[in-house]
């Protein structure tokens, strides 16, 4: 691939970047991660996961303790609850509480239900092709990281 492309990449995840500070502004000390985190649990338990802290690290490619540290918050503030395994006292589970549903329902549900009618010009296969060029190309950023000599 040419450095021109490279760059126009560059500024295409600029821009991407940019979308996300468009979303709605988010009630005071609530961190967009949470809504991110909201969704991913949401996500495994649609297929039957008890979610761990692991689990949301491994999915959003987070180190464990930035992971750990926001799902404390986020239970301090009611949005999630941790219960002990049943099996395995040393296994800790989160749910999301009543508090969190209603965020989620808020920030997440809501809104993306109200903005699809506005992308209807973007096809699936259009959004599919970004979003697998996009983690590629973190994939190579992140793993391949290439010094300035």
Known sequence: MNPEKI????????????????????????????????DVIHRLQKHGERVKVSDISDTLKLPRPGVTRTVKEMEKKGYLSKYASEEDGRITYISITEKGEHLSDQYDK????????????IS??????MIRTIEKF????????VDIE
């Not at 699936?124 to 092709?129: G, I, K, L, T």
């Not at 190579?140 to 990281?145: D, H, I, N």
């Open 110 to 121: 809501n809104y993306y239900s109200r903005l699809s009618k506005y992308l209807d010009d």
């Open 7 to 38: 760059k126009r990449m560059l500024d295409a995840c600029y821009l991407a970047k940019r979308i996300r500070e468009l979303l709605p502004e988010l009630p005071e000390g609530v961190a967009p991660a949470y809504i991110q985190y909201l």
């Open 138 to 145: 973190y994939g190579v950023m992140s793993e391949r990281r």
């Open 124 to 129: 699936e296969e259009e959004a599919d092709c």
